[in-house]
């Protein structure tokens, strides 16, 4: 699996030989850059090109992606005895995923280097962002897609950005199967998050989190596990920053899987991750229904360099974590969802201490995937063996965060006693 390798990266072979950016200068230039009305300085991923520098800069494609907020979560950081819990919304990004991130880097490298067509085997948010990168560039895309697998808002995506969309029979590992030999066929470029280039915009996050924290390391990040690229670009981010003095030390990275799509999970129970077995992936969380994840070998490198654990979470834990972080006024996709999932048992078996500062990386919009929300408030969306596995006191905390829409007469009496009857607490 490639990376990308720069002079002063400490892979490169003469490393020591190289000059390194300086720390407190560029800290000084990306603040600055905040405030200028180009947009390779307005994007929060080209801000920092001086540690990406893969394409000049007037090739660069940009929708303005990156700048995400860093939410404070005190609900949640109160219900697990937190001093310090905060989300970077990743969903907050251009096409309403971190999936812009890396694509403004591969395609920037991509519609450089000539091509005319791009494709990827997506879950549905690498497809919507390809597709609107492709189309500022002016280049053409095809998405490959699992048929009736993905999340509505994702495929209307593509489609609104002019990708020619395919739904093929089979599951997401099926369509990178497929893929795999098109391009070997067609002048198509992969976009796939195996493209080194995408990692490479996916890093920047780190830069940003550390930019909002006033260059405060947090102890630990918590990111969801699909094909396991955030994972291993975000741990590249601050490796280099550590490297080149900007921070002393990383923070812990961990990584949550859901329970049905963990070959992650089980790859490290069994042999402390030496080697993985694909396994056939069943979540509601979309997004990470990913059973032979590409990037595994790197995300255990992240995992043993940063002492980061691996969770994992059933559908039950993943739905109620999606409900207490919309109760903040987030929201957030179910894949999302998981980080908070897993930082409860993380902080359950001890393995965040109270005063650890936790940031949770929330990777998708609420919107992607409104059907998976809808069926939750209308408590249609869990099976009756799914909420049999769930503890009376989670049960409990679903149901009081369930709110079914109520119909009634167009009369505004039934509406006060509506709402009088909410005042009381009934
Ligand atoms: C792609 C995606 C993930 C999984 O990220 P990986 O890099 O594949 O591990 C998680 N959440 C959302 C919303 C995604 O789009």
């Not at 067609?186 to 920047?204: C, F």
């Not at 994992?312 to 739905?319: D, G, R, T």
């Not at 998708?364 to 769930?390: Q, V, W």
């Amino acid at each position: 699996m490639f990376e990308v390798e720069y002079p002063w990266s400490a892979s490169a072979p003469n490393a020591d030989e190289a000059f390194g950016p300086n720390p407190s200068a560029l800290r000084h230039l990306w603040a600055e850059r905040r405030t200028s009305t180009m947009a390779i300085d307005q994007s929060g991923v080209w801000r920092f090109r001086d540690l990406l520098p893969i394409v000049a800069d007037d090739q660069i494609v940009t929708l303005r992606e990156g700048n995400t907020p860093l939410y404070e979560l005190p609900k949640c950081a109160a219900k697990l005895g937190l001093s310090f819990l905060l989300a970077k919304h990743q969903g907050m990004n251009p096409t309403g995923s971190f999936k812009d991130t890396g694509m403004t880097s591969a395609l920037s490298v991509a519609a450089s280097r000539g091509f005319e067509w791009v494709a990827v085997a997506s879950t549905g948010n690498t497809s919507a962002a390809m597709a609107g990168y492709a189309a500022r560039a002016g280049l053409k895309s095809m998405v490959l897609i699992p048929e009736g697998k993905i999340a509505w808002g994702k495929l209307s995506q593509s489609m609104d950005y002019g990708s020619v969309t395919v739904q093929l029979k089979t599951d997401f590992d099926g369509c990178v199967r497929v893929l795999n030999e098109l391009v070997q066929r067609a002048p198509v470029y992969m976009l796939n998050s195996v493209n080194p280039y995408r990692l490479e915009g996916q890093k920047t996050p780190a830069f940003e989190i550390l930019e909002q924290l006033d260059w405060r390391i947090p102890d630990h990040l918590i990111v969801p596990g699909g094909n396991l690229a955030n994972c291993s670009a975000l741990g590249k981010g601050f490796a280099e920053l550590k490297h080149l003095g900007f921070i002393h030390r990383v923070p812990k990275i961990s990584v949550i899987q859901a329970h049905g799509a963990n070959p992650l999970f089980r790859a490290m129970q069994k042999d402390a991750g030496a080697t993985l077995e694909p396994v056939v992936a069943e979540t509601r969380a979309s997004a990470i229904r990913i059973g032979n994840p590409a990037s595994w070998r790197k995300a255990v490198r992240i995992l043993a360099e940063t002492g980061g654990w691996v969770e994992e979470v059933s559908e039950a834990e993943i739905a109620l974590a999606k409900a207490e972080i919309g109760a903040e006024g987030i929201g957030c996709e179910p894949a999302s969802a998981v980080t908070y999932a897993g930082l409860k048992k993380l902080v359950a078996d001890g393995r965040v201490a109270p005063e650890e500062r936790v940031v949770l990386l929330l990777t998708g919009h609420t919107l992607k995937d409104p059907e998976y929300t809808i069926n939750y408030h209308r408590g249609e969306l869990l099976t009756e063996s799914e909420l049999a596995t769930a503890p009376a006191e989670e049960r409990a905390a679903m149901k009081s965060l369930e709110k079914k829409p109520v119909v009634l007469e167009a009369n505004t009496d039934e509406v006060l006693r509506t709402l009088e009857a909410l005042q009381r607490g009934a």
